[in-house]
């Protein structure tokens, strides 16, 4: 097809960059390269079409990946060709039998009914003079297979769709225009079934196993339907693409019995196994992934089973699978016993160390399967070491923990859930911009936040929310400092990198929040606060005290700040509610008078002030205790500036005594863990902070490496004493630790008003038994790094590299204190 005459050639720009500073004028930068994208819906020429699935569609997980496949012919070789591609569901390309590109999970996860991201391909040197062939093998994935925490499927619709667009130019300077339409076919070949959760079913017996096109026999082809699907919602996505990131050896292959054998890669990690050896025609292989053995060495999901561990916290029965609900990351190969046969479910993720392989007739040989990792593919910003090689291994199992929750969102889990939940986010971003550059990553999570708030401003605790909203069954839009990570991501993300557009865009969504918390709190009493004070006291309009909210989530012990799960009478949970109400009415204050809101930013900040005015009239005592005493209380109302300024010392002392009281072990959870130790370590208490950190006993995180912990645990005994596995073993709220690691043990800090380490501090803060450390970041203005060691004398020696156009202030123990610029320097200081 030709293109209509109106379409334009798509502006393409070049450009380098060169930068002058009072050290001279560098070379020009190499030259990068963008081009205009699809910015308007009718730049879009082409249909959406769909399987021909009719009305009887196959149930949830049983559901086979479609085969849609085109002809076209050129006279020439184009000189420029680009194709446009989006799908609800997931989709492949390949063409002339090559795969296009080498994204993943494409078009991505995202608030589909307002936000759908396409992608675009070079396809230039994959077109060639006459009859070309594309082929798309189109999947539920995110779209309507299983989502969330209770595996729903048809979360945002009930039928897969694919639309693309191929603009091809010559050196006659004619053009050429191919889309899907109606001329389009579709067929089921060998995936037989496809699901993002559950697993796949690929039948290599079927000679269209790899392309429809490709078969050795005829195949039966089905007109595809045109459908009316909004377009207005397609967008680009400002965060890195998935890619298959590394390949992992197996580190053992043993037989269970005759017919199953384990495969343990030595690493937990979110991906697929790429398996060679398919073994003879027609056997059937059974592939069982998880993160744990069972007490007689075979891979088991029950800690990954959302039924089981809705039951063992005793949630409400809204939150129970239903009973016809499949396997959880199971995959079934059929063999047509070709030795070039690979099996790779490329439409199905999984979180695991180990999988299970039954029906082979032969043991399996190291090189015959391997491990593929797979995330968002961010760029590696930022590096730790030090003198103690457990706390190195528990900084790799955080960095292991991350790479497995960043597949297209920052997930809580890589199996069970797969959820955006805003907790685990807004808790680990410090930690995260220390490792990679998650600033596109994290603002296209933002906007699916925005664009799933509720009307009246409440915010899901997770992102993107699914569309059938069941999780609001078990606990409503809302939850402290769930939904609060409206405010809080946006301020940490502009902190790390500068990003004041971003700030700027989501305004509206973290204004609204705020806004709603105000609203609530004057609006609404708890029931058990009623019946003591029947008259409410003034400072109570600013008490969020009403609500369902999951709590200082699995801090140990369990009986303590654990889910709330009545909607009536609950707990009354205002401390943590109130809480993070006041620091997010704070945090939207400074963005206010970052982005020249000055009325808004008194308002706000007139707010804070009264919120933490009502949080210590109800919550704290005038000896510096707080009446429900828990690690993390003490630790917010440090932390969140609640303690009134006179008290802190006294409310830090008041930590202290509930550390010991615990025998010196962590007694936080979800979110009070990611602030203990820097907490701890700012109010002069560095000494226990350090012995938190290298506690070895139950729980802490070196007892997680001692009982096998290659990524970070959900659960403080995510592996109990007896071997056992609870809940899910690569969760990375508790791995939120090494941002300590980084400000506080490195010493590289941001500072307190200006963004992005425009000006920063080096400040170290030895203990332990660490003799040096080391920590390295690639800020927006270059390398930052600090590396530290104690000689023999206890004398303290600071090297520390700033990068050009920017200062730092070094403190060092001993409290000397120096201005530095650009370069490299050294410090050193007598520790006594």
Request: glycine share 8%; proline share 5%; aromatic share 10%.
């Amino acid at each position: 097809m030709p293109f209509p005459g109106e379409l334009q050639s798509r502006q393409s720009v070049e450009c380098a960059v060169k930068v002058w500073t009072d050290q001279g004028e560098s070379r020009w930068s190499e030259p990068v390269r963008w081009e205009m994208g699809l910015l308007d819906p009718n730049d879009w020429k082409a249909s959406w079409i769909e399987p021909p699935e009719g009305d009887d569609i196959p149930p949830g997980g049983k559901r086979p990946g479609w085969h849609l496949h085109h002809a076209f012919t050129t006279a020439q070789a184009p000189t420029h060709a680009r194709f446009y591609a989006t799908a609800q569901g997931i989709y492949e390309i390949h063409l002339n039998g090559s795969q296009v590109g080498d994204i993943e999970l494409t078009p991505g996860f995202t608030s589909y009914d307002r936000i759908l991201q396409y992608q675009t391909y070079d396809v230039g040197g994959l077109i060639r003079s006459g009859l070309n062939r594309i082929d798309v093998i189109l999947s539920d994935g995110w779209y309507r297979g299983q989502t969330g925490a209770f595996r729903q499927f048809d979360q945002f619709g009930e039928r897969t769709a694919f639309l693309a667009q191929l603009e091809m130019s010559f050196a006659d300077g004619s053009r050429q225009l191919v889309i899907t339409d109606k001329e389009w076919r579709a067929t089921i070949g060998a995936v037989r079934a496809a699901d993002l959760m559950q697993g796949v079913i690929m039948d290599f017996r079927c000679s269209a196993h790899a392309l429809p096109s490709s078969g050795k026999r005829a195949v039966e082809w089905n007109a595809v339907n045109v459908a009316d699907h909004d377009l207005a919602r397609l967008r680009a996505s400002p965060s890195p693409p998935v890619r298959q990131i590394a390949e992992i050896e197996p580190a053992e292959i043993r037989a269970l019995d005759e017919h199953r054998q384990i495969i343990d890669l030595g690493q937990n990690i979110a991906g697929w196994l790429r398996l060679r050896d398919l073994g003879p025609a027609h056997v059937r292989l059974r592939l069982t992934y998880g993160e744990a053995l069972d007490a007689n060495g075979d891979v088991t999901t029950d800690n990954i089973d959302s039924t089981a561990n809705a039951e063992e916290l005793g949630l409400p029965e809204a939150a129970k699978m239903p009973d016809e609900i499949g396997p959880l990351q199971v995959d079934e190969v059929y063999s047509a016993g070709n030795a070039s046969d690979t099996f790779e479910p490329r439409m199905s993720t999984k979180g695991f160390r180990y999988v299970r392989i039954e029906g082979h007739p032969h043991t399996l040989s190291r090189d015959s399967a391997s491990g593929v990792v797979v995330h968002s593919d961010l760029r590696r910003t930022g590096w730790f070491e030090c003198s103690n090689a457990r706390v190195n291994q528990l900084h790799e199992a955080a960095v292991w923990t991350l790479r497995s929750n960043m597949v297209e969102i920052p997930t809580d889990c890589p199996h069970r859930e797969r959820s955006g939940w805003g907790s685990e986010w807004q808790i680990f971003v410090p930690s995260a911009a220390f490792l990679y550059d998650v600033a596109g990553f994290t603002t296209k999570w933002l906007r699916d936040l925005a664009a799933d708030q509720k009307p009246d401003g409440a915010v899901f605790h997770s992102a993107p929310e699914n569309k059938l909203g069941k999780s609001e069954a078990v606990i409503p839009a809302g939850s402290a400092g769930y939904s609060d990570a409206a405010v809080i991501v946006p301020w940490r993300i502009y902190r790390a990198y500068g990003d004041e557009k971003l700030l700027a865009d989501q305004w509206e969504s973290m204004a609204a929040w705020v806004d709603w918390c105000e609203r609530v709190a004057r609006t609404q009493r708890h029931p058990d606060r009623i019946k003591s004070r029947p008259r409410p006291e003034a400072h109570e309009q600013f008490l969020r005290d009403t609500g369902v909210h999951f709590g200082e989530w699995l801090a140990p012990p369990s009986s303590i700040d654990q889910y709330n799960s009545k909607l009536e009478d609950g707990r009354d949970d205002g401390d943590i509610a109130t809480a993070y109400f006041h620091y997010s009415a704070k945090l939207l204050g400074r963005i206010a008078r970052v982005l020249g809101k000055f009325a808004a930013a008194q308002r706000y900040e007139n707010l804070a002030e009264k919120t933490r005015w009502a949080w210590w009239t109800e919550y704290g005592n005038a000896d510096g205790s707080i009446r429900r005493p828990t690690q993390a209380n003490y630790v917010r109302a440090l932390a969140f500036g609640l303690a009134p300024d006179a008290l802190r010392e006294k409310v830090a002392s008041h930590l202290v005594n509930t550390i010991r009281a615990a025998d010196t072990h962590v007694g936080t959870g979800t979110f009070g863990t990611a602030l203990l130790l820097p907490v701890l370590a700012d109010a002069g208490h560095a000494g226990l902070a350090y012995e938190l950190l290298l506690q070895d006993t139950a729980p802490s995180w070196l007892t997680m490496l001692d009982r096998g912990a290659t990524t970070i645990w959900e659960m403080w005994d995510g592996v109990d004493e007896n071997g056992a596995a609870h809940f899910s073993l690569n969760h990375f709220s508790f791995g939120a630790v090494i941002a300590f690691m980084h400000t506080h043990v490195a010493g590289i800090r941001l500072d307190n008003t200006v963004p992005a380490y425009r000006r920063f501090r080096v400040q170290p803060v030895p203990g332990g038994d660490l003799t040096w450390a080391k920590g390295s970041l690639l800020s927006p203005y270059g390398l930052i790094s600090s590396e530290w060691c104690i000689d023999s004398s206890r004398r303290l020696r600071l090297d520390v590299t700033i990068p050009p156009g920017t200062s730092a202030e070094i403190l060092l123990p001993d409290d000397t204190y120096r201005v530095v610029h650009c370069g490299r320097s050294q410090f050193d200081c007598d520790l006594g």
